[in-house]
């Protein structure tokens, strides 16, 4: 029993470069994808600072992944997931 606990224990948030889709259905791992990405969008829209933090480097917002800075600015406005 014990090494079944051991297996379903989470491993750390790592930062990292993610997928867009896949950081989102962290954060949101109940609803499907669409909505958690959804979600995602608007929480970053709607913190202005997190939003420029995350757009003045060279990433676009068009790009399919987040960079590893970016992930570090989403953990530091919006918490680990």
Known sequence: MKAVKEEMAEEPFAIRPYLKSEL?????PYVPLVYAMRKMREWIR?????YDAMYSGGEGKNDHAYSARQVRLIVKYLDEP
């Open 46 to 50: 709607n913190n202005k600072e997190l």
């Open 24 to 28: 989102a259905h962290l954060y949101n």
